[in-house]
């Protein structure tokens, strides 16, 4: 069985990040989970626009999945679409559609944009650099 088309946006040093937001407000870490996941959910709905069409199956799979706090995919699981791999990286008879890795471009900015609020708000408050 082909494995699933899956893809994660990862942080580099995401277990420091963590550390060093300890003492962070919860009202900055709760946003920045409901960012990921708000952002993630808007690009498995691009994702599907973007994915080839003829029975839908295959743009009713993409799925966002939650792995733990602050960890998301967008997943199509090969059980429910085994087609789905063949799809996105194409064969040499299909031609590659890239339809997940279309719709994540640009994440990363959308996340970042909550992390430089809180950190331009904590610069304010408190001094931090």
């Known amino acids: 069985m082909p494995a699933s088309v899956r893809f994660s946006i990862t942080w580099r040093n995401l277990e420091k990040f963590k550390r060093t937001?300890?003492?962070?407000?919860?009202?900055?870490?709760?946003?920045?989970?409901?960012?990921?996941?708000?952002?993630?959910?808007?690009?498995?709905?691009?994702?599907?626009?973007?994915?080839?069409?003829?029975?839908?199956?295959?743009?009713?799979?993409?799925?966002?999945r939650k792995e733990r706090k602050y960890v998301y995919s967008l997943v199509v699981s090969s059980r429910e679409v085994p087609y789905a791999i063949y799809q996105h990286e194409g064969t040499r008879y299909i031609k590659a559609k890239k339809f997940i890795s279309r719709a994540l471009v640009g994440v990363k900015t959308e996340i970042y944009e909550v992390v430089d609020k809180w950190k331009a708000l904590a610069r304010r408050k408190f001094g931090w650099r």
């Not at 691009?46 to 009713?60: D, E, N, Q, S």
Request: hydrophobic share 35%; net charge positive; charged share 40%.
């Open 21 to 64: 937001m300890r003492g962070a407000p919860k009202e900055f870490m709760n946003e920045l989970d409901t960012k990921i996941r708000r952002t993630l959910e808007f690009r498995e709905h691009i994702a599907r626009v973007y994915a080839p069409f003829r029975t839908g199956k295959l743009r009713r799979g993409i799925k966002v």
